[in-house]
């Protein structure tokens, strides 16, 4: 606070009392200080209470006997009483210095808003409007807490002219309680502390009121456990208070009971008709909002960016050496495990999913299909059951769809949901929302889709329902297994015959998957064609494990003298066998054993030793089959002997980020010598069994692979390697860290601001 603050607290209860207490906690007003605390409040025995817990230096019942030379004034009063007290503090205005701060805590904004502007005769620009999310079922000032507001959020509502330094006054003020300060407006706070506050306290206090007017109450209470317990904590909530509250927010408070009576009317009859599926999709849904709840307060990685960005950030610390050496399984095929999710609920029936990537890109793609009416159960250790709701039962989403980093996922559900009935928007994270999605919105409005993009055609999507899609025949410009399999899924629901042409072979997940949930997709040389108006049937699938995954632990223990290692269970589709053809034509000692095939998809453990690497014109006709492999790949380069070539695959520019530069970038960092070009590079390798380029700070700009490629480099580094930004690694590969200090390597996680 600045020097010679006079803070002014009108309202010495819970939530003033706390207020005090932080602030003297935080050695505001502390001898020596210039700083005063100052209250008025209607009971002189409350001021005297907040003198005695030296919680204020002095206090009056009467305001004009605090507000000389004030500089802050803090009105904790119940919202009702706002408008009396600003009256009165509106005559005492000409007293006070002109840069005094007004602020509030109320709980509702648009009613003190208008309280201010009936008060003063217009809303003071100095007048800056906020709300501590936090509280307690104890009040006055005796239950002052000073740790009442860390780590919780507070609402300021400025308007747009209201002064920038009286804002940052406030905020500063919060901040020294050690709350968060968030910004919001007027109408939008109301609305939502309505569902997340007012609601709630409302439904507590109805319910404890039932029970306690039967005549087995005793009995009801005597064995309620502790659930009832925690829902209805709250009900011991002051009730002048929330009598205050409800009638000052009624509207949008009403607006949000006429949301829960319809959502808990649809759960009724769900109860009636003895509909499980509805239930479970109902239960599960709130499960797993509930779980984002939760990350959302402690600011861990699932999802939270959704709300709110995490203030901490990852990184990866890579000592040099190791060895890699042992038998591990990575986890399951994420675009497998997208699809299957996709597939199976719009299929017919129950569709059982093992070896499901429980990553974040694979959980926004659950909770997406959640939103929209399926009901799943899991994951658990890699199971998922889907209950299909066929190729029409898709419900409207009360809001955007997330899908996290998951450009795969956004591609695919642009495609299906061109279909649908209702309108939708898919939105992502930062780093998603910087990708080109023109790619699918450009061939889905031939087919006579109605998309809207942002500036550049990136996220979010906003895709109109209700549009009849014609079949098209289709020449992708260049080759994508997201924008093929986008057009064959909005086949299904168009007239007619949806054709695509790939100017080269890419990952064909999707076609084996639709024909083996009896949706018949054909194929002849380099295009594949369906008809749509089929339906898709429930079947099993067994997730293998993820060969991009793979490929890090392959290409480490192809670098590191005296490794051995066998990867079990390895998705080894046509394909995606680019990076096992390429280390292989690099020499790399690597055997496919236990060759099978699990759910229409080829599988093999991968048994791969230590042999010298040498540099090659990497075939063009491999690059689509490794495109996701390459970051990796660009390490192996730089270990190899010569120089390895890289043309055709100017594809890594629009991944999650620009593959090639930040490759670039991160190899010139640590010294291994490389040339950049606009569909490739040339990667020159020193080979040998020393250290082969030395250590630094990379960026991996919040690319997943990046990160996982430069962490491998530690293997053959001469000094530490350091990788910013690697929170996202979780998207693809949520055991990374795990398996790498398995087989040998020495990574450490750090956070930072």
């Known amino acids: 606070m600045p020097q010679s603050s006079r803070i002014v607290i009108v309202g010495l209860g819970l939530i003033g009392g706390s207020l005090a207490a932080a602030l003297r906690q935080a050695k505001v007003g502390q001898q020596g200080d210039d700083c005063v605390i100052l209250a008025c409040d209607p009971d002189a025995g409350e001021i005297r209470r907040g003198m005695d817990m030296g919680l204020i230096d002095n206090g009056s019942t009467c305001m004009g006997d605090v507000l000389d030379a004030a500089t802050l004034v803090v009105l904790a009063v119940p919202v009702l009483a706002m408008s009396s007290v600003m009256k009165a503090l509106a005559g005492y205005l000409s007293r006070m210095a002109p840069d005094v701060v007004i602020t509030d805590v109320g709980s509702t904004k648009a009613t003190i808003r208008e309280a201010a502007i009936e008060a003063f005769g217009e809303l003071p620009e100095r007048l800056v409007l906020g709300h501590p999310i936090a509280g307690s079922e104890k009040s006055g000032v005796a239950a002052s807490n000073p740790d009442l507001y860390r780590d919780h959020k507070v609402i300021l509502t400025p308007e747009q002219d209201t002064d920038e330094k009286a804002q940052r006054l406030v905020e500063t003020m919060w901040r020294m309680t050690g709350a968060e300060v ?92 003895g509909d499980s599926d509805g239930m479970l999709a109902t239960f599960d849904r709130a499960r797993h909002a ?29 000592a040099p050496g190791g060895s890699v050496t042992g038998r591990i399984r990575v986890p399951g095929d994420k675009s497998i495990s997208h699809r299957s999710i996709m597939l199976g609920a719009l299929s017919e029936g129950v569709t059982e999913v093992s070896g499901f990537l429980e990553g974040e890109d694979s959980l926004a793609t659950l909770q997406a299909f959640r939103e929209m009416g399926v009901a799943i159960e899991g994951p658990h250790q890699g199971r998922v059951t889907i209950h299909g709701v066929g190729m029409r039962g898709l419900k409207k989403p009360a809001g955007p769809l997330y899908v996290g980093n998951a450009g795969t996922a956004m591609r695919l559900f642009a495609g299906l949901l061109a279909g649908q009935e209702f309108d939708t928007e898919l939105t992502g994270d930062t780093s998603l929302t910087r990708r080109p999605m023109g790619r699918v919105a450009d061939p889905l409005r031939l087919m006579g889709a109605v998309i809207e993009t942002s500036e550049g055609g990136r996220p979010p999507l906003k895709i109109k329902g209700e549009q009849r899609l014609n079949g098209i025949t289709y020449d992708m410009p260049m080759a994508s297994a997201q924008v093929k399999s986008c057009l064959l899924l909005a086949g299904m629901y168009a007239d007619g015959e949806t054709r695509v042409r790939e100017p ?18 054909e194929r002849e040389g380099d295009t594949c064609w369906l008809r749509g108006g089929g339906k898709l049937v429930a079947a099993p699938i067994d997730v293998p494990s993820d060969i991009s995954s793979a490929t890090f632990f392959l290409v480490a223990a192809a670098i590191t003298p005296g490794s051995d290692l066998l990867l079990e269970h390895v998705g080894i589709n046509p394909t995606r066998i680019g990076v096992i053809n390429i280390l292989k034509a690099m020499g790399a000692d690597l055997q496919l054993e236990n060759l099978r095939e699990v759910g229409g998809e080829p599988v093999a453990d991968l048994h791969i030793r230590y042999a010298p690497l040498k540099g090659i014109d990497i075939p063009q006709d491999q690059v689509p089959l490794a495109i996701d492999e390459f970051p990796a790949l660009f390490i192996a380069a730089a270990n190899a002997q010569g120089t390895t070539r890289l043309r055709g695959a100017e594809e890594l520019r629009v991944k999650e980020s620009d593959r090639l530069q930040s490759m670039a970038d991160g190899m010139t960092i640590i010294g291994i010598d490389n040339t950049l070009y606009d569909d490739g590079i040339d990667i020159v390798g020193k080979g040998g069994e020393g250290a082969n380029y030395g250590g630094g700070r990379v960026d991996s700009h919040e690319d997943h692979r990046i990160a996982m490629a430069f962490t491998i480099a530690g293997l053959r580094a001469s000094a530490p390697i350091e990788i910013d930004d690697c929170a996202n690694v979780a998207t693809s590969f949520p055991t990374f860290v795990e398996l790498t200090q398995k087989v040998g390597l020495s990574l450490e996680e750090v956070r930072y601001d």
């Open 504 to 521: 080269a072979p890419t990952r064909d997940h999707t076609e084996r998957m639709l024909n083996g949930f009896g949706y018949p997709v």
């Open 290 to 318: 509930r779980h984002y709840f939760e990350s959302l307060l402690n600011q861990t990685s699932y999802q939270a960016e959704y709300q709110m960005q995490e203030t901490a950030k990852l990184r990866y610390r890579v």
């Open 182 to 273: 968030l910004y919001m407006g007027v109408e939008r706070h109301d609305q939502v502390l309505a569902r997340t506050s007012h609601l709630p306290h409302l439904l507590a206090f109805s319910l404890v009121d039932t029970l306690a007017r039967q005549d087995e109450r005793l009995e009801i209470f005597r064995y309620a456990a502790g659930g009832f317990r925690d829902f209805t904590r709250i009900a011991g909530s002051d009730p002048v208070m929330w009598r205050d509250i409800f009638q000052a927010n009624r509207d949008a408070v009403l607006d949000a009971l006429d949301d829960f009576e319809n959502g808990l009317a649809v759960l009724r009859e769900a109860v009636i008709q």
